[in-house]
């Protein structure tokens, strides 16, 4: 059973965006977009190249719902954990291999609980393996024009090839809030229920700082 226990928050609609990032260490990025019109407010090193850790997440959402426009997949779609999606390293959903789940719960515990098992899991089912789907992550940067990402894998666990900027992340926020508001409820969620575990955000600004609703942390 799952279930998602989402924020009450006065605003419904973030209109800022603020990026943070460290590499290397004597480097920090920032970057401040107004998200209605997209003007930059405040910019520092904001082309710095950089480890996405798992902000990868966010270009494995969107092509999740991209697929599930186009009809490749459903959000009632069941989806199965592999062995290589278990495989991979915490944070995870703790569900055990062939597992299922449906699309609509997996992309809930991705992004709230920032699960890579599931990260991995959700490009399967998309794409059919690991690799295509990372070849068609990359293929959408390019068109979006994001020119200093690579991705590597779903979950961005660390590999040396996997970048992005933070100019690159800020412009990939402002595609999910133009394509796809139908799912920003899942990046400002808290709490959700796998069964009988409550897996809880890793976004502690959406506990603490109001008006936060989204859009996804990481960790190097």
Do not use: C
Not at 7 to 25: D, G, K, Q, Y
Not at 116 to 134: L, R, T
């Amino acid at each position: 059973m799952f279930a998602h226990v989402p924020r009450s928050i006065a605003a419904v609609f973030i209109t800022m965006l603020a990026i943070f990032a460290t590499w290397p260490a004597s480097a920090n990025p920032r970057l401040l977009v107004d998200m209605d019109s997209g003007e930059v407010l405040y910019a520092d090193e904001a082309g710095q190249p950089w480890h996405p850790a798992s902000l990868t997440k966010m270009m494995t959402a969107y092509m999740a719902f991209a697929a599930i426009k186009a009809g490749r997949i459903s959000l009632d779609d069941t989806i199965k954990v592999s062995r290589n999606a278990w495989n991979q390293a915490p944070a995870k959903s703790g569900l055990a291999i062939g597992s299922s789940i449906t699309l609509r719960d997996a992309l809930y515990v991705m992004i709230v609980k920032s699960a890579n098992d599931i990260a991995v899991a959700v490009g399967e089912a998309v794409s059919g393996s690991e690799k295509a789907f990372v070849a068609e992550m990359n293929e959408m940067a390019r068109s979006m024009g994001l020119t200093a990402t690579n991705f590597v894998d779903p979950n961005g666990l660390h590999a040396g090839a996997q970048v992005t900027s933070a100019r690159d992340l800020a412009m990939l926020a402002l595609y999910i809030h133009r394509d796809y508001p139908q799912y920003l409820d899942m990046f400002s969620t808290e709490k959700v229920r796998l069964g009988k575990a409550s897996l809880e955000s890793n976004n502690g600004l959406l506990e603490h700082f109001a008006g936060t609703t989204g859009m996804k942390t990481g960790y190097i």
